[in-house]
């Protein structure tokens, strides 16, 4: 459908001064979202941001038939979502109905952070790994390959771990290959199968697989006027987890992984799109190995921040780039580089050249005799003298010219049966010129995900205190999108209004406020039919 709108016609301006008539036209051309030339584009777009094509229909996944049923659903869909999108949140902020609370399992669970989750109806605990470097909800589900769920196969559990399964579930719904967010739609012999998943991960032969399903998650609302006793009911897309490799079989997120990425499959993202919260969310690490996790929490207004960066031009996850690192005093010629801030990697790793300056750095400023301690990975290790582990060298990432992210403790500590012997720093190297922080850096800080103003906050926490107004951040519910809220991976970029003449300086000022007004007809038109 191609639909032609002449938004002005003719513009006669009579300025009192020269009492002369200068016609301007205005016009914008409106493309309907499901139109061929609407398609075409969005194959044009996926084949230049590297995506594969099959059958010409790009990663479309299923592109609804003009006046079928699934066009208007689609198109109501939108509606509802947008209407939604126009209210302020409901809920300041929420949290798993198992409480905020997160759990350190050391070395039996690779350490990393887990927490309880509750799922379907009636609902199902699961004990599920915290990572922001992924995006998809997934547990075990009818399973065929997973890891043993028996509290007994644990040391750090005092009861077993569930296995879900859609058909005991009520509020259960199986998603379809022709759904938009099945990414292995193409590959369905029939569109209205249930939709395939699987999903590899940065660690050697790690993944799971299974079949996307629909469900509820059950969670707690924070401070709001309206919120008191109220559970929330979330809908969520999980993946039906049926068989897992590599560590998931190994004791890493053995009942699943709770994916906090910038995708649309995402928690804080089905959450944040259903007005529930703000688009955000809040991780938080104490030093006593405690630990919280808020959605919409968009931390206070002291904290520090750094913009989300794109890699390779696309923003599908939470990169920052690091200006200079600071061993001590010393801060270290060419040591920017971009990170990726991933709370389901245990420990921090920094491109090879950052990571000889650092650890050559640290060296040469620790008051310690290196060693070797068989079993762990680093390779700067230190014995710890009598009176325990030294003073060490602070570790500092600069962040532009006045953020910086002082590490709280950088050292992995190594005990033996009579105390500290040891003490490693808790840094490895990695291929290519991305770098990651892992939890251990994280320790000390409440992490801020504004994934609606796109980027990253951080301030010192203890962990215990639970979020404060966001309001006190000035970032209005109903505020225009900025320019970084445009280029998120989620935004729609709005393109400007371009008049079909620009307005000589004599007659500018007289035009002003009618051109303004005529910029937000065209923004509200274009919003309109092109979402």
Same mark, same amino acid.
């Given at each position: 459908?191609?639909?032609?709108?002449?938004?002005?016609?003719?513009?006669?301006?009579?300025?009192?001064?020269?009492?002369?008539?200068?016609?301007?036209?205005?016009?914008?051309?409106?493309?309907?979202?499901?139109?061929?030339?609407?398609?075409?584009?969005?194959?044009?777009?996926?084949?230049?941001?590297?995506?594969?094509?099959?059958?010409?229909?790009?990663?479309?996944?299923?592109?609804?038939?003009?006046?079928?049923?699934?066009?208007?659903?689609?198109?109501?869909?939108?509606?509802?979502?947008?209407?939604?999108?126009?209210?302020?949140?409901?809920?300041?902020?929420?949290?798993?109905?198992?409480?905020?609370?997160?759990?350190?399992?050391?070395?039996?669970?690779?350490?990393?952070? &887990?927490?309880?989750?509750?799922?379907?109806?009636?609902?199902?605990?699961?004990?599920?790994?915290?990572?922001?470097?992924?995006?998809?909800?997934?547990?075990?589900?009818?399973?065929?390959?997973?890891?043993?769920?028996?509290?007994?196969?644990?040391?750090?559990?005092?009861?077993?771990?569930?296995?879900?399964?859609?058909?005991?579930?009520?509020?259960?719904?199986?998603?379809?290959?022709?759904?938009?967010?099945?990414?292995?739609?193409?590959?369905?012999?029939?569109?209205?199968?249930?939709?395939?998943?699987?999903?590899?991960?940065?660690?050697?032969?790690?993944?799971?697989?299974?079949?996307?399903?629909?469900?509820?998650?059950?969670?707690?609302?924070?401070?709001?006027?309206?919120?008191?006793?109220?559970?929330?009911?979330?809908?969520?897309?999980?993946?039906?987890?049926?068989?897992?490799?590599?560590?998931?079989?190994?004791?890493?997120?053995?009942?699943?992984?709770?994916?906090?990425?910038?995708?649309?499959?995402?928690?804080?993202?089905?959450?944040?799109?259903?007005?529930?919260?703000?688009?955000?969310?809040?991780?938080?690490?104490?030093?006593?190995?405690?630990?919280?996790?808020?959605?919409?929490?968009?931390?206070?207004?002291?904290?520090?921040?750094?913009?989300?960066?794109?890699?390779?031009?696309?923003?599908?996850? &939470?990169?920052?780039?690091?200006?200079?690192?600071?061993?001590?005093?010393?801060?270290?010629?060419?040591?920017?580089?971009?990170?990726?801030?991933?709370?389901?990697?245990?420990?921090?790793?920094?491109?090879?050249?950052?990571?000889?300056?650092?650890?050559?750095?640290?060296?040469?400023?620790?008051?310690?005799?290196?060693?070797?301690?068989?079993?762990?990975?680093?390779?700067?290790?230190?014995?710890?003298?009598?009176?325990?582990?030294?003073?060490?060298?602070?570790?500092?990432?600069?962040?532009?010219?006045?953020?910086?992210?002082?590490?709280?403790?950088?050292?992995?500590?190594?005990?033996?049966?009579?105390?500290?012997?040891?003490?490693?720093?808790?840094?490895?190297?990695?291929?290519?010129?991305?770098?990651?922080?892992?939890?251990?850096?994280?320790?000390?800080?409440?992490?801020?995900?504004?994934?609606?103003?796109?980027?990253?906050?951080?301030?010192?926490?203890?962990?215990?205190?639970?979020?404060?107004?966001?309001?006190?951040?000035?970032?209005?519910?109903?505020?225009?999108?900025?320019?970084?809220?445009?280029?998120?991976?989620?935004?729609?970029?709005?393109?400007?209004?371009?008049?079909?003449?620009?307005?000589?300086?004599?007659?500018?000022?007289?035009?002003?406020?009618?051109?303004?007004?005529?910029?937000?007809?065209?923004?509200?038109?274009?919003?309109?039919?092109?979402?």
């Amino acid at each position: 459908m191609e639909i032609r709108l002449i938004l002005l016609g003719l513009l006669f301006v009579v300025c009192a001064k020269g009492g002369f008539v200068e016609p301007i036209v205005y016009s914008a051309r409106v493309v309907h979202r499901f139109s061929d030339e609407a398609r075409a584009h969005r194959v044009f777009r996926d084949l230049k941001n590297g995506a594969q094509v099959a059958g010409g229909g790009g990663g479309l996944g299923f592109w609804p038939e003009r006046r079928s049923f699934e066009f208007y659903r689609r198109l109501l869909s939108s509606d509802v979502q947008r209407q939604t999108l126009k209210l302020n949140p409901q809920f300041q902020f929420l949290y798993p109905s198992e409480g905020s609370a997160t759990i350190p399992l050391g070395n039996d669970f690779g350490w990393l952070h &887990y927490m309880w989750i509750d799922i379907a109806t009636p609902k199902a605990s699961f004990l599920v790994a915290l990572d922001a470097g992924s995006d998809l909800f997934w547990v075990p589900c009818d399973c065929v390959q997973c890891a043993p769920l028996s509290s007994s196969y644990y040391s750090s559990l005092d009861k077993d771990l569930n296995e879900y399964s859609p058909s005991t579930s009520s509020t259960s719904k199986s998603l379809s290959c022709s759904h938009h967010l099945c990414e292995l739609g193409l590959s369905c012999p029939n569109p209205k199968q249930q939709c395939p998943y699987t999903i590899n991960y940065y660690s050697d032969d790690t993944s799971t697989s299974g079949f996307l399903v629909e469900d509820v998650l059950h969670l707690v609302p924070g401070h709001h006027s309206d919120a008191s006793n109220k559970s929330v009911k979330a809908p969520v897309i999980i993946g039906c987890g049926s068989k897992q490799t590599g560590g998931y079989l190994n004791g890493v997120a053995p009942d699943g992984l709770l994916g906090l990425g910038l995708g649309e499959i995402s928690v804080p993202s089905f959450l944040a799109k259903a007005g529930y919260i703000k688009n955000s969310f809040s991780l938080c690490f104490n030093e006593d190995d405690s630990g919280r996790l808020f959605f919409g929490d968009q931390g206070i207004a002291e904290q520090q921040t750094t913009p989300f960066l794109p890699l390779d031009g696309k923003n599908l996850t &939470y990169i920052v780039g690091v200006d200079e690192c600071c061993v001590g005093s010393s801060c270290l010629d060419k040591t920017s580089f971009k990170i990726l801030v991933d709370s389901g990697t245990s420990f921090t790793f920094l491109p090879d050249q950052v990571y000889g300056k650092v650890v050559d750095e640290f060296d040469r400023q620790v008051n310690a005799s290196k060693s070797m301690f068989q079993g762990y990975p680093w390779q700067y290790c230190y014995k710890s003298s009598s009176h325990g582990v030294p003073k060490i060298p602070s570790l500092t990432l600069k962040f532009g010219a006045s953020n910086t992210f002082v590490v709280s403790n950088p050292v992995f500590v190594i005990y033996g049966t009579q105390g500290a012997v040891g003490f490693c720093l808790a840094i490895q190297p990695t291929d290519g010129d991305v770098g990651t922080i892992g939890q251990n850096f994280m320790t000390g800080y409440k992490i801020v995900f504004d994934r609606e103003n796109f980027k990253l906050g951080w301030s010192r926490s203890n962990c215990q205190e639970e979020p404060l107004n966001p309001s006190a951040n000035g970032n209005s519910p109903n505020s225009l999108p900025t320019t970084e809220q445009q280029s998120s991976p989620n935004g729609h970029a709005v393109a400007p209004a371009v008049a079909g003449r620009t307005p000589s300086k004599s007659s500018a000022k007289c035009r002003l406020s009618f051109l303004a007004n005529s910029f937000l007809l065209l923004l509200t038109v274009h919003i309109s039919f092109i979402n």
